[in-house]
């Protein structure tokens, strides 16, 4: 049985579709534009691992992004913007080094130059999987007093 797609997957999927489309285009013109020391289209595609491994993040997880109920509705709202804007935070970050790491390798290693960097790059983005548990319970416990104690 298949588990229900939550409004966080759906959100992240889209967007993570919207992120490759530029990258894929702009490798094939071989228009690149060089963005925090790496190639564009590198740093989109790891942008785009790194939210397809938000979409892997169990559902259990997922659940953790979202405000606590019992809460009125100005501090839900404001609890989820700070726990979407951490994950965000987080996930531009790691695509940022998996990026670097990513460039780096194909200047001190010639045969990963060029093309191998994009699925190398969406690949590292992934591994940010491993990462995101802890890190929404560690948000989850930041963002949890917003709006006062705990009901």
């Known amino acids: ?11 992240v999927g889209t967007f993570t579709a919207a ?7 702009d490798a094939l013109r071989e228009a690149e534009r060089i963005i925090l020391g ?9 942008m785009a691992g790194a ?3 938000v979409l892997l993040l169990p559902e259990k997880d997922a659940e953790r992004m979202a405000a606590d109920a019992g809460r009125r509705r100005g501090h839900r709202w404001l609890q989820t913007a700070a726990r979407w804007l951490a994950l965000g935070v987080a996930v531009v ?3 940022i080094v998996a990026a670097w790491i990513i460039s780096i390798a194909g200047y001190v ?6 093309a191998p960097q994009l699925p190398l790059a969406g690949l590292s983005g992934v591994l940010i999987r ?4 802890s890190y929404v319970r560690l948000v989850e416990r930041a963002t949890g007093a917003i709006g006062g104690e705990r009901p």
């Not at 049985?1 to 959100?11: I, N, R, Y």
């Not at 790496?38 to 790891?46: F, G, I, N, Y």
């Not at 290693?109 to 060029?114: K, N, S, V």
């Open 93 to 95: 970050g790691y695509a």
């Open 109 to 114: 290693w010639h045969d990963l130059a060029g």
């Open 19 to 25: 992120v490759v489309a530029p990258a894929t285009a």
């Open 38 to 46: 790496v190639p564009q289209s590198v740093l989109l595609v790891a």
């Open 1 to 11: 049985m298949t588990e229900p797609v939550s409004t966080l997957k759906l959100a």
């Open 51 to 53: 939210l397809i491994g």
């Open 130 to 133: 491993r990462l995101l548990p």
